[in-house]
């Protein structure tokens, strides 16, 4: 169990406007001046000091680019004023792409059907998220599940609106394809970080089963430009948008 902490709702200086842009589901181009940064993600398992899936994050003119580092099969690109989302996969020579519209309908539709006021706090859609004032600690919690986040400042509220709108994406396609826990949970939180005008530096998932609680962690290092090597990185995603086959999600391998 986590050490129990007293929590208070505060008003946040910066949330109407960068909720506008991240619930509305306006283009990127209407909320802020894209910044090009980068974000090193680690997750870890249990105690484990070796990170169990890495990612590299590029923001660029708008553009976002998901590079897993261990397991690299998968791409995923954010088209964020095209209001598309682009899956490739290097092992197929094949991409996916999914309109922001289609994401976020689909996201309405797995809402829609938890009907029961049960069903919908197991699914953590009326979960609200929390702040410790004192601590700067962040928490949401439904069920057996329980997130608390650790944020960084940072001088640039865009960079917050930009990643936060990547990270509801992320959460609405990994819906879409059934991947890891219901994300409502983790959106609400997600959003609630943004539009306080931070990014989250450490994010703990503990997952109460029985009388065991499994732990992971995930860590995030912002570094406020891309390298030549990022820049390298972007160069070869594109070449595969232009040269990938198109095919259905449907048809897209798990």
Same mark, same amino acid.
Do not use: W
């Given at each position: 169990?986590?050490?129990?902490?007293?929590?208070?709702?505060?008003?946040?200086?910066?949330?109407?406007?960068?909720?506008?842009? *991240?619930?509305?589901?306006?283009?990127?181009?209407?909320?802020?001046?894209?910044?090009?940064?980068?974000?090193?993600?680690?997750?870890?398992?249990?105690?484990?000091?070796?990170?169990?899936?890495?990612?590299?994050? *590029?923001?660029?003119?708008?553009?976002?680019?998901?590079?897993?580092?261990?397991?690299? #099969?998968?791409?995923?690109?954010?088209?964020?004023?095209?209001?598309?989302?682009?899956?490739?996969?290097?092992?197929?020579?094949?991409?996916?792409?999914?309109?922001?519209?289609?994401?976020?309908?689909?996201?309405?539709?797995?809402?829609?059907?938890?009907?029961?006021?049960?069903?919908?706090?197991?699914?953590?859609?009326?979960?609200?998220?929390?702040?410790?004032?004192?601590?700067?600690?962040?928490?949401?919690?439904?069920?057996?599940?329980?997130?608390?986040?650790?944020?960084?400042?940072?001088?640039?509220?865009?960079?917050?609106?930009?990643?936060?709108?990547?990270?509801?994406?992320?959460?609405?396609?990994?819906?879409? #394809?059934?991947?890891?826990?219901?994300?409502?949970?983790?959106?609400?939180?997600?959003? #609630?970080?943004?539009?306080?005008?931070?990014?989250?530096?450490?994010?703990? *998932?503990?997952?109460?089963?029985?009388?065991?609680?499994?732990?992971?962690?995930?860590?995030?290092?912002?570094?406020?430009?891309?390298?030549?090597?990022?820049?390298?990185?972007?160069?070869?995603?594109?070449?595969?948008?232009? *040269?990938?086959? @198109?095919?259905?999600?449907?048809?897209? @391998?798990?």
């Amino acid at each position: 169990m986590l050490a129990k902490i007293t929590f208070h709702r505060v008003p946040a200086l910066h949330r109407v406007p960068a909720l506008l842009c *991240l619930v509305l589901g306006l283009t990127l181009s209407l909320c802020v001046d894209a910044a090009d940064f980068r974000v090193e993600t680690k997750i870890y398992e249990g105690k484990s000091e070796q990170p169990a899936a890495e990612h590299l994050i *590029l923001f660029q003119t708008g553009l976002v680019y998901d590079l897993p580092q261990l397991d690299d #099969r998968y791409l995923t690109v954010y088209d964020m004023e095209r209001k598309r989302v682009i899956l490739l996969d290097q092992q197929s020579k094949t991409r996916t792409t999914l309109s922001v519209d289609d994401l976020v309908r689909i996201t309405a539709q797995a809402r829609s059907a938890a009907e029961t006021r049960d069903q919908q706090t197991r699914l953590g859609i009326l979960a609200a998220p929390d702040i410790d004032p004192e601590t700067n600690l962040y928490r949401i919690q439904f069920g057996d599940t329980e997130y608390t986040t650790t944020v960084q400042e940072i001088a640039d509220i865009n960079l917050a609106i930009q990643y936060g709108q990547f990270a509801d994406l992320a959460s609405r396609l990994n819906l879409v #394809r059934r991947i890891g826990l219901p994300p409502f949970a983790r959106m609400s939180l997600n959003q #609630r970080i943004a539009s306080d005008g931070k990014l989250p530096k450490e994010t703990t *998932l503990a997952i109460r089963r029985g009388i065991a609680t499994d732990r992971f962690r995930s860590t995030h290092d912002v570094i406020g430009h891309i390298s030549q090597s990022d820049r390298k990185r972007i160069e070869e995603a594109g070449s595969m948008l232009a *040269l990938y086959r @198109e095919i259905p999600l449907g048809e897209m @391998e798990p």
